[in-house]
C-alpha cells in the first residue's frame, strides 16, 4: 500500500517475513539520463543507511533497517507505530506541547553535534510511539556536515514547517526546540545557529522583495 509518493522516493507499507515493514523505493525519474539516473538513486540509497546508523548511535531513535538492496534503490525498514508530530502537536496542552518539542529540540541537537544535518526537519518526519518516544525518519536528503551554515538551513526548515502547520503555537514551539537543543549543543553553540536562521531568513525576505 502506498503511504507516502514523494519527489525523492516513495513509501509502502508492506508485509516482509511476517512483520510490517516499510518499503522505500527510488523509482527511476524519467526526466533524468537513465545513467545519470541510476547512479543517483544507487547513491542515494546507499548513503541513507549510513546515516540512519550514525543518528542511532548518537542517541537519535531511527528505524531499523531490515534490508538495503542499493542495486534496485530500495530499502526495507521498521514500521514505526505511532503518529506523526503533525498530527498530534496541535491538540496537546501548552506544556504538553512545550515539553514535546524541548526533547525534539534534544535530539536534533545530538544529530547536529554529531555532524548529521537531516535535511527535511518537519514535524511529519517525527513519529511519536504510543510510549512517548520520538522516532525521526526520512533521512533521504540528509548530509554529512559540521558547517554552521548547514545547521542553520535544517532548523530554519523547522521553523518554518512550525509557521506553516502549527502557526497558532509556532514561535512557543520553535523557542522549546531551541530550549531543548541550546541543553545538548551548549549556549554559545545554540546562539551561533540562532543569529544563522536569522541571517537565513533575511535572505528570504530580501529574495522574495526584489
Not at 6 to 27: D, H, N, P, Y
Not at 36 to 43: M, N
Not at 78 to 94: M, P, T, Y
Not at 155 to 168: G, I, P, V, Y
Request: glycine content about 6%.
Amino acid at each position: 500500500m502506498l503511504l507516502k509518493k514523494g519527489a525523492e522516493a516513495s513509501l509502502f507499507l508492506e508485509e516482509w517475513q511476517g512483520r510490517k515493514v516499510i518499503m522505500k523505493r527510488r523509482l527511476p525519474k524519467a526526466y533524468r539520463l537513465a545513467a545519470l539516473d541510476e547512479t543517483i538513486r544507487v547513491q542515494r540509497t546507499a548513503h541513507e543507511p549510513q546515516i540512519i546508523h550514525r543518528a542511532k548511535e548518537a542517541g537519535v531513535p531511527t528505524p531499523t533497517l531490515y534490508l538495503v538492496d542499493v542495486a534496485n534503490a530500495n530499502i526495507i525498514m521498521e514500521f514505526i507505530e505511532g503518529k506523526q508530530v503533525k498530527q498530534i502537536l496541535n491538540d496537546l496542552s501548552q506544556v504538553e506541547r512545550a515539553s514535546l518539542c524541548r526533547h525534539i529540540g534534544s535530539l536534533i541537537g545530538r544529530l547536529h553535534s554529531h555532524s548529521i544535518v537531516h535535511g527535511d526537519l518537519t514535524t511529519s518526519n517525527m513519529i511519536l510511539t504510543p510510549q512517548g518516544k520520538v522516532f525521526f525518519v526520512d533521512f533521504g536528503l540528509s548530509e554529512r556536515s559540521s558547517e554552521l551554515e548547514a545547521k542553520g538551513v535544517d532548523l530554519h526548515l523547522m521553523k518554518r514547517a512550525l509557521q506553516s502547520t502549527h502557526f497558532r503555537s509556532a514561535k512557543e514551539c520553535f523557542e522549546a526546540v531551541i530550549a531543548g537543543y541550546s541543553k545538548v549543543v551548549g549556549k554559545d553553540a545554540a546562539e551561533d545557529v540562532l543569529n544563522k536562521i536569522r541571517e537565513i531568513g533575511r535572505r528570504g525576505r530580501y529574495v522574495s522583495e526584489r
